[in-house]
């Protein structure tokens, strides 16, 4: 059927994710640092999305869609807030101090064999049980590529080139911005001269797993 849908321009689209946070319906996700629309049967084209947009990046379009879906849509939020009711350990999983990127020492006893985790700061505050899925039994660093001043990178370097390190678990969140903290591991990593094992995971601003 033809009806109103709204329209993601992704070139515009800066990722913000204040269009999915404003579906009430779930219909929209930042995925890989762009809005989306995730489903044609979740939008019920009325664009509660379209006035929170600071980029001017969605619009209202005519074009061939699935019916709204009521049910469904009742279905997912129902899903969202079983999600979001889900108990939290209230055990810090934190096994060191500091945390901070810029503060810890590049050399320390608790990094030898060490699984380690380097997190974007918001990606704690955005996933609720990021101390249990992603900090347990790790040593964890945290900074903001966007707000703190300088590079990441040679601080890494020194720090993998001085210990055994076991692993390194990069998460960011699906914002570009974010996408300084990767680099910065990606570059100490080849920097370093060892071959250590690692991998990224992404947050959506929602706090589920991107992707």
């Not at 709204?6 to 404003?22: K, P, S, T």
């Not at 996933?127 to 899925?133: D, K, P, Q, S, T």
Request: contains cysteine.
């Amino acid at each position: 059927m033809i009806r109103t849908m709204i329209a993601i321009d992704a070139e515009r689209c800066d990722g913000c994710g204040m269009c999915a946070n404003a579906c009430r319906e779930g219909a929209i996700a930042v995925v890989d640092g762009k809005a989306r629309l995730l489903r044609d049967e979740y939008c019920d084209g009325l664009g509660n999305c379209l006035p929170v947009c600071p980029a001017g990046a969605i619009s209202f379009e005519e074009r061939e869609a699935a019916a709204y879906d009521e049910a469904a849509v009742t279905a997912n939020q129902a899903r969202n807030a079983k999600r979001d009711a889900a108990p939290v350990p209230s055990v810090s999983a934190l096994r060191q101090w500091p945390v901070q990127i810029k503060l810890v020492p590049t050399r320390a006893p608790y990094f030898e064999n060490a699984d380690l985790l380097v997190s974007a700061d918001c990606a704690a505050y955005a996933h609720g049980n990021f101390h249990a899925a992603f900090m347990r039994n790790k040593i964890t660093l945290i900074g903001c590529p966007k707000l703190d001043e300088g590079d990441y990178s040679t601080r890494l370097t020194a720090l993998f080139t001085a210990n055994a390190i076991a692993s390194v678990t990069v998460v960011r969140m699906a914002v570009p911005c974010c996408g300084g903290i990767e680099t910065a591991v990606a570059t100490a990593l080849t920097n370093c001269g060892r071959t250590i094992p690692w991998r990224v995971v992404t947050i959506a601003t929602d706090g589920s797993l991107a992707g």
